[in-house]
């Protein structure tokens, strides 16, 4: 198999863990039964031995469609052939009680002949923990069991399958009205592949699966423009919610390149304060408080075991453990030869005074318009913002994890400042008991020496550290947290180098390492998506709506056919790193959110 376009892939899943589905029609990514765990397919990062699940048809003269059903995450996969076949493959996982903890977690693969009638292959080959741990096949009669010592998967169909060293293979026929269906599920370890699965059990298990997607959305309070872009994201955020902890990761991937054949790959299937805390504002802005309010149980679990001499990780695992260390697998080729593989994550060790800021706007925001927070949570918050006033002017690693060393950076000292800000004013609106004045002061002073040493004269810019002549575009979040006004000199002067340095068509790079921006990791980078809709909603608070929506615009058509954005756009337009990412989804939902409450408010008849 030749590695498929990382924009090529739809994703499913059940709430616990992700699969991302080919346009050919092959699985090539799935860790199960959670997140992080080992994977069992992964032709994604090694497409020779990996591990996949392909359902396809034989003739090679077909054409593919691929759609999600409506406001669902059940994907469609439709082959039309010249002779007039149509058939389509509904690919989706099982949707239990949120809160069980002991999911059956099934992945059900359904070929639907509509039209006609077609020849189709299947091959199911896994390749457990990574392409690591060999594994056994038994043939039984409802299907396969695929065996290792600890972990077992079973494949239960009613279709003619046949077991070779490492997979089952089989083919099979389908005219009009047709169905065929392949259910993948765990098995005990002394277990069979599971009996029945008739066409009617199917059935009912798709129905329910849509009936929660449709339930679940319906719930969103969004009803402006770019609606179906809107919901689209909101329903990736869901499916990367671990149900039974409300975390939020970053991504279902690791190890997906921001530049195809180079080095930067990273682990993203964990919970990073700052990219849960965003979608968390996100989910909030649409009407979803039951997922926020999950989320806020999560967080107030993570702030009660905080060290007091210390402050937070800035990651966790979904089950709010420390992340594990960062290892390479030397034994898989990478996306397309893009080597390292790294499983867990060395930046979980890093210093980032920044998540502060991401967490108190976070909880200001769901005390404001949700529930007030609790006294107990109140008093872990309150430590955790006293620890900041003692430790805000030490240099760190900076939002974007950078490996060059520590450094001042204006974006850690400026989500300082909203940390203190939005404890404040949770204070001052509720009389909890704090020490106000420490935070007042610290608070005055994060804000006056920003203005003093992160403006750069010369350059007319925020710059991205204390005496950097480098541009970086978190600067265009200064107005969106309310750190300045959006018509400040200083913001609009810093917004015009953006465009006129970091950023071509739409398209905004976060820092420019072509031109001297030391990051500490060789190789370039393409785009970042979720810089471009911070450009979005920056025009858009500075009341240049034109410009605002023409660029919102030119970003949805750097979505997928489904939708869907990795972390990075390349120079042609190609998907790179680790992908669906939450912070980009989350950043279309806020400037679209924003963009159009201000084109009503501008359309509105003047009094």
């Not at 099934?106 to 509509?114: A, G, P, Q, T």
């Not at 392949?182 to 329910?208: I, P």
């Not at 898989?332 to 005074?353: D, E, I, T």
Request: net charge negative; charged share 20%; hydrophobic share 40%.
């Amino acid at each position: 198999m030749a590695y498929q376009p990382i924009e090529n892939y739809g994703v499913i899943g059940d709430l616990h863990s992700v699969a991302l589905v080919g346009l050919n029609g092959s699985i090539d990514w799935l860790c199960f039964p959670h997140f992080d765990s080992p994977s069992v397919f992964a032709a994604l990062l090694d497409d020779s031995k990996g591990g996949f699940f392909q359902i396809f048809p034989t003739d090679h003269q077909v054409k593919i469609k691929q759609l999600y059903l409506p406001d669902t995450n059940v994907l469609v996969t439709r082959f039309l052939l010249a002779s007039g076949g149509v058939a389509e493959l509904v690919d989706f996982m099982p949707i239990e009680d949120e809160r069980n903890l002991t999911w059956n977690h099934r992945l059900v693969r359904r070929v639907h002949m509509i039209r006609g009638s077609m020849n189709f292959k299947v091959v199911c080959q896994p390749a457990f923990n990574f392409a690591r741990t060999p594994h056994t096949l038994e043939k039984h009669t409802h299907g396969v069991v695929f065996r290792t010592e600890d972990f077992c998967l079973g494949l239960s169909t009613e279709q003619e399958i046949e077991i070779s060293d490492t997979g089952a293979i089989g083919e099979f026929s389908l005219e009009t009205g047709q169905i065929a269906n392949f259910v993948l599920h765990r098995v005990e370890t002394d277990g069979a592949a599971e009996e029945g699965w008739t066409n009617d059990q199917v059935q009912a298990t798709f129905e329910d699966t849509v009936k929660y997607w449709r339930r679940w959305i319906a719930k969103c309070t969004y009803r402006g423009r770019w609606r179906e872009m809107v919901y689209r994201s909101a329903l990736v955020l869901k499916l990367l919610t671990f149900a039974p902890t409300g975390a939020i990761i970053a991504a279902p991937t690791t190890s997906l390149p921001e530049a195809i054949g180079q080095g930067r790959n990273w682990d993203y299937r964990y919970t990073w304060i700052r990219d849960a805390s965003f979608t968390c504002y996100a989910l909030l802005q649409l009407g979803f408080d039951t997922e926020a309010a999950r989320f806020m149980g999560w967080l107030e679990e993570r702030c009660k075991t905080v060290d007091p001499k210390g402050g937070l990780q800035i990651m966790y695992t979904i089950d709010g453990q420390t992340t594990p260390e960062e290892m390479t697998l030397d034994h898989l080729a990478g996306y397309a030869n893009s080597r390292p593989v790294r499983v867990g994550n060395g930046a979980s060790k890093q210093l980032q005074l920044d998540i502060y800021g991401e967490l108190m706007d976070s909880v200001y925001l769901y005390n404001k318009y949700v529930q007030p927070i609790s006294y107990d949570q109140w008093a872990s918050l309150r430590e955790l913002m006293n620890w900041l006033c003692h430790n805000w002017q030490r240099s760190d690693d900076g939002l974007w994890e950078v490996r060059s060393g520590r450094q001042p950076f204006v974006y850690s000292r400026m989500m300082t400042w909203v940390a203190l800000d939005r404890a404040l004013r949770i204070a001052q609106k509720r009389g909890l008991p704090a020490n106000t004045l420490l935070w007042e002061q610290t608070r005055n002073n994060v804000y006056e020496e920003i203005m003093q040493k992160g403006w750069n004269e010369a350059r007319q810019c925020f710059t991205q550290y204390y005496g950097s002549d480098t541009l970086d575009a978190s600067a265009l979040l200064m107005p969106l947290v309310k750190f300045v006004g959006p018509s400040d000199p200083k913001m609009i002067a810093t917004l015009d180098r953006v465009l006129e340095e970091l950023t071509y068509d739409t398209l905004v790079y976060r820092y420019d390492v072509s031109k001297g921006a030391n990051d500490g990791l060789s190789g370039q980078e393409g785009t970042f998506s979720l810089c471009s809709f911070w450009l979005v909603e920056c025009l858009t608070r500075a009341g240049r709506l034109d410009e605002a929506r023409l660029k919102l615009e030119k970003m949805f058509s750097y979505g997928n056919h489904l939708g869907l954005y990795a972390e990075e756009i390349g120079p042609s337009g190609e998907h790179l790193g680790n992908y669906p990412q939450a912070f980009t989804h989350l950043s279309l939902i806020s400037a679209t959110f924003n963009l159009d409450r201000t084109l009503n408010n501008n359309s509105r008849p003047q009094s």
